[in-house]
C-alpha cells in the first residue's frame, strides 16, 4: 500500500485553511504590527500610541462580547433540554 504524500499534504494545507480565524487572532496580527512600527515622528508616536490603546479596548470589548456568546449559548441549551424534556 503506497501512502501518497501530495494528497496527505494537501488535505492538511485544506483542513488549516479551513479552520475558523477568531477575532482575537485579528487582534494579535495588529498588535504585532503596531509593536514592529517605529514612528519616525511625535505624531507618528502618537498616532502609534492612541492605536495600542484602542487596540486594548477593542481586546477588553471582545472579551466581553465572547464571554457573552457563550453564556447566551449555555442558556440556550439549557432551554433546548426543557424543550426535549417537555416532548
Not at 16 to 26: A, D, L, R, V
Not at 49 to 75: M, P
Not at 77 to 84: A, D, I, R, T, W
Request: net charge positive; aromatic share 6%.
Amino acid at each position: 500500500m503506497a501512502i501518497d504524500l501530495d494528497t496527505m499534504t494537501r488535505n492538511f494545507l485544506l483542513g488549516e485553511e479551513k479552520s475558523k480565524t477568531s477575532i482575537f487572532t485579528y487582534i494579535q496580527g495588529l498588535q504585532e504590527t503596531i509593536t514592529n512600527f517605529t514612528p519616525r515622528s511625535k505624531t507618528e508616536s502618537r498616532r502609534v500610541s492612541i492605536a495600542r490603546e484602542q487596540l486594548r479596548e477593542i481586546k477588553r470589548y471582545a472579551r466581553k462580547l465572547q464571554n457573552e456568546v457563550e453564556l447566551l449559548q449555555e442558556k440556550l441549551n439549557v432551554l433546548e433540554e426543557q424543550v426535549g424534556n417537555r416532548e
